[in-house]
Nanobody, 123 residues
Framework: QVQLVESGGGLVQAGGSLRLSCAASGGTISGYNVGWFRQAPGKEREFVGG????????YLADSVKGRFTISRDNARNMVYLQMSSLKPEDTAVYYC????????????????WGQGTQVTVSS
């Protein structure tokens, strides 16, 4: 069973940057699709972006394209979410997840979840 732990969240001003990390243990992530989701207060959980297990390039939600990027380091069992040009509407709890079902853009396609890390963007 894969355990995921996110880190790197915090408070940042609009226009700033943050990098979130997701550390996996209990199994290797190389055989999994990995994704980032976020959930703002009162809103449904939203797909941010991810990698399929065989993919070499991340796919990103339209709302974050051009501002966020995702990378994975299978050797270190890590996944990263680099966020730039942050906006107040990016404020949410961010989760990383791992799963095996495609297209891996919906939360029910993921089996393993981290506990989340809070990102707050002030205006």
């Amino acid at each position: 069973q894969v355990q995921l732990v996110e880190s790197g969240g915090g408070l940042v001003q609009a226009g700033g940057s943050l990098r979130l990390s997701c550390a996996a243990s209990g199994g290797t992530i190389s055989g999994y699709n990995v994704g980032w989701f976020r959930q703002a207060p009162g809103k449904e959980r939203e797909f941010v972006g991810g990698f399929t297990w065989s993919g070499t390039s991340p796919y990103l939600a339209d709302s974050v394209k051009g501002r966020f990027t995702i990378s994975r380091d299978n050797a270190r069992n890590m996944v990263y979410l680099q966020m730039s040009s942050l906006k107040p509407e990016d404020t949410a709890v961010y989760y990383c997840a791992a799963g095996r079902i495609l297209p891996a853009t919906r939360d029910f396609e993921y089996d393993y979840w981290g506990q989340g890390t809070q990102v707050t963007v002030s205006s």
